[in-house]
């Protein structure tokens, strides 16, 4: 219950400061783009457009959302109410995951009108989100400022999409098969141009396997980071 009350506060919170106008603006300016495209590069940059923003935008987001909180000192009375520290990753996480997918279905269902499988690009999308969510709150946990967050971000971020350039055909690599960025890329290609139940559910496998080690990696060092610097507090 908890949770659902600090994801609708969450939902209120980026209301509040222009989220979702904003991401309806920007997926409004991707479908225009996508929809002047020559049909036949419609899917193919309609993949790279997903893969690189809406899938990814929690990361950004929520870098601005923890360093906006430490700066005005709310984790202090936040974490002195019952609320626990895996309640409010979970709110963050439901929270912008919903935007990401809003945004997601939004520009491939204007963009590409029945040219894409729903079912396959929440798959994609959905632990997509939860991911790179989860490592901007590792990265945000660590960092003072947003410069420096935006600064870190490339050098923290790039290794988990290598596998986008073998998509756009500059640089591939067996090791991209390991990597989330691989199983996502493969379920939202998929979801174009169709993919084989092996592919699907090594994909579906691999992302999750990658959202469970990073959501250990969030929690405990927002425990550390967070947690612990204020004196204590839920677990």
């Known amino acids: 219950m908890r949770t659902l009350s600090t994801v609708a506060h969450d939902i209120r919170f980026q209301l509040k400061h222009g989220f979702y ?13 996508i929809r002047v495209m020559p049909r036949e590069a419609r899917e193919y940059v ?3 457009i997903l893969m690189t923003d809406p899938a990814v935008l929690g990361f950004f987001f929520i870098g601005g959302i923890i360093l906006l909180e430490k ?10 109410t019952p609320l626990k520290a895996g309640e409010y990753i979970a709110a963050k996480l439901l929270s912008l995951t919903l935007l990401s997918l809003l945004s997601s279905a939004a520009i491939a269902f204007f963009a590409t009108p029945g040219g894409f499988d729903p079912g396959l690009l929440i798959l994609s999308i959905v632990p997509t989100s939860v991911f790179f969510t989860l490592l901007g709150i590792v990265l945000a946990v660590r960092v003072k400022t947003i410069n420096g967050y935006i600064l870190a ?4 971020m790039t290794p988990f999409i290598l596998p986008l350039f073998g998509f756009m055909r500059f640089y591939s690599s067996p090791a991209y098969s390991l990597l989330p960025g691989y199983g996502s890329l493969q379920l939202l290609a998929g979801a174009y141009y169709g993919i084989g139940l092996a592919d699907a559910v090594y994909s579906a496998i691999l992302i999750l396997m990658w959202d469970i080690i990073a959501f250990i990696w969030a929690y405990r060092w927002f425990r550390k980071y ?7 507090g839920s677990i």
């Open 21 to 33: 106008y904003a991401y309806a603006f920007v997926s409004i300016l991707y479908i225009l783009l």
């Open 46 to 48: 309609s993949v790279i």
């Open 71 to 80: 700066g005005q000192n709310i984790f202090a009375s936040l974490f002195t």
């Open 153 to 156: 971000s490339p050098f923290f």
């Open 226 to 232: 967070i947690i612990a610097a204020i004196g204590g």
